[in-house]
């Protein structure tokens, strides 16, 4: 795991239960300014499901939240 996965997975376990959307991804794991999009958050996020979720596919324990987070 890298350290941005792991990164993005700390704000997952204190955010727990609610939502986290693209912007507070960004602004709290990459900082204002970095210049990412938002793309760059759910690449991080596939790639975080396919080393901890059995099946990707049907996420057990990073789930989306669609127009959310």
Request: positive net charge.
């Amino acid at each position: 795991m890298t350290a941005r996965e792991f990164a993005v997975l700390r704000l997952l376990v204190q955010r727990r239960g609610k939502p986290v959307t693209r912007d507070q991804f960004l602004d709290l794991v990459w900082g204002l300014g970095a210049g990412i999009t938002t793309r760059t958050v759910d690449n991080h996020i596939a790639m975080l499901r396919s080393r901890i979720e059995a099946n990707p596919s049907w996420p057990r324990w990073i789930r989306t939240v669609h127009k959310v987070g």
